[in-house]
């Protein structure tokens, strides 16, 4: 695994307290080890018998289970989830393996599995999707009880429950511990396999055991033993570091036979740190073997044959209201509108308080619409929004530049009125010493109230109460005195209330 330095110093901190199978990443050494090596031995004999020769993309569904604390604190945020997604695809594009979200379960709120999963199997088994990839992503990865927790394991991948677990400051573009943990899915070893949790050091010294600290045969620089030894991938140099070197340029440790080794930094399946991102990938044997077990008949759940939506999104959507710092018609119900893009099947949509979206955005996924009516905002408030399009494989389209708006404290009834189709103001503008008229479309006759209010939520102007007729109604609103401005005109019913947004000008 490929992490930031930083990680690493916590990782060498608690190191000494963890279990065998515990590391930046879970899965090394003890039982897990030997059940993901004899299925990578199972999957090297089918290779030799039947060996790849041809690939078409195939796309894989996976289930995201977003997991907060208890108090729904902590969860990782659905533009990370975006952000991986996209990059997972581009670390696997040369294997043709494709991944496309089959749901973003977005409302566990469990201590257990947020923190401690080794005692939450029970849940996550009746949470888990049989048709998917199950990735939970949460603050500290547990695979077992007394490992060292947050700062050791970034990540691991259980054979028994055939889920993977990574931590939520593990997700977006720019880390690698997902795909290290979809190749263990896929049953490959680490590079540095019997190493893991005893990396070699001087203490061990030169030239190296024929054994290494984990049991498994020390594998040679001349590849010699390269199909008993290390992780029996022979295109794979040998390794020896279980995440105990700091850069990206190994050449400290000698081989049984005294040859220094030369190890392949850049592996998705070793654990070097500092690597140039862009330039990780997985061997060609490696790739092969994920392709065997992609077919074996356990993962026949993955093979559903189903493509997602392949449609490239280009464009950025354009945030139509509110926008440009102007005042929303009420703040309890406000419908939020934008221009939908070619490719997108939904829109993720963020409301906060700060321009960062770090308070406590608002968070909402619109399918099949490019409005969203918003009712939990506070009176009186500045925020700020933003849009990103995505679909369940296109995830990489980035959010639109951010729009900021003010509430006031008019407050809108959300239920609409039943009799009324439609209703529109023009001019909108309007010049002020002027009227302003109101075209109203009803299916039966009823009689409403208008009241025009300023942006401070004060009466500016009462109409009255009005008949309005089935059929086309107009009527004629005098705004003579009115000061240039933004205004809300409502039409109060015994239904509800419906507010448009009039703007007076010079």
Known sequence: MKFLATIFLLCAASFGIAQTHDGPCGNGGGEW????????????????????????????????????????????????VLEQLCRLNQDFADLDMQFYINGLNDNINNNAIY??????????????????????????????????GQGTILGYYS???????????????????????????????????????????????????????????????????????????????PDYNGFGFSGCNYNIAQDPTGAFINPD????????????????????????LMWVDYNRPARAYLRTNFVPNLTEITETPLLTFPIENEFAPGYNSINFQWTAVAGADHYLLEIDRAATFTINPSIFIVSGANSFTV?????????????????????????????????????????????????????????????????????????????????????????????????????????????????ILALDHEEGREVRRVVVTR
Not at 57 to 79: C, D, E, L, S, W
Not at 118 to 146: C, E, F, H, K, Q
Request: charged share 15%; glycine share 6%; hydrophobic share 35%.
């Open 33 to 80: 080890q030997e059940i993901l090596t004899e299925r990578l031995l199972q999957n090297k004999q089918a290779l030799a018998d039947n060996p790849v020769q041809f690939r078409s993309t195939v796309y894989i569904p996976v289930r995201f289970h977003m997991v907060a604390n208890t108090n729904g604190q902590g969860r990782v945020t659905h533009g990370r």
């Open 115 to 148: 923190s401690t999963q080794y005692t939450a199997g029970t849940i996550m088994n009746l949470l888990r999707d049989p048709a998917a990839l199950n990735i939970w992503i949460v603050d500290v990865a547990t695979p077992s009880a007394g490992g060292s």
């Open 159 to 237: 054979p028994q429950r055939d889920w993977v677990v990574m931590r939520r400051d593990q997700t977006g573009a720019s880390r690698v511990t997902l795909p290290h943990e979809v190749g263990h899915f896929f049953s490959l070893p680490h590079t540095h396999n019997g190493w893991d949790s005893t990396p070699w050091s001087s203490d061990i010294g030169n030239p190296s055991p024929t054994t290494s600290p984990g049991g498994v045969p020390t594998e040679r620089q001349d590849g010699a033993n390269c199909n008993t030894s290390g992780d029996y991938i022979c295109d794979t140099p």
């Open 375 to 487: 009712t939990n905002l506070e009176p009186n408030r500045t925020y700020y929004w933003r849009i990103r399009p995505y679909n369940a494989y296109r995830t990489c389209a980035l959010f639109t530049p951010v729009a900021t708006f003010r509430t006031n404290n008019v407050t809108v009834n959300t239920t609409d009125i039943t009799d009324l189709n439609e209703w529109t103001i023009s001019p909108n503008p309007v010049f002020a010493q002027s009227v302003m008229q109101i075209n109203l479309e009803a299916a039966r006759g009823f009689e409403g109230v208008f009241t025009l209010y300023n942006i401070a939520g004060q009466v500016a102007q009462q109409y009255g109460m009005r008949r309005i007729n089935p059929g086309n109604t107009t009527f004629d609103f005098d705004v003579e005195a009115l000061q240039p401005g933004i205004y």
């Open 265 to 288: 930094e850049q592996l998705f399946m070793s654990y070097f740190l500092n690597c140039v991102r862009d330039e990780y990938y997985f061997s060609p044997t490696q790739q092969d």
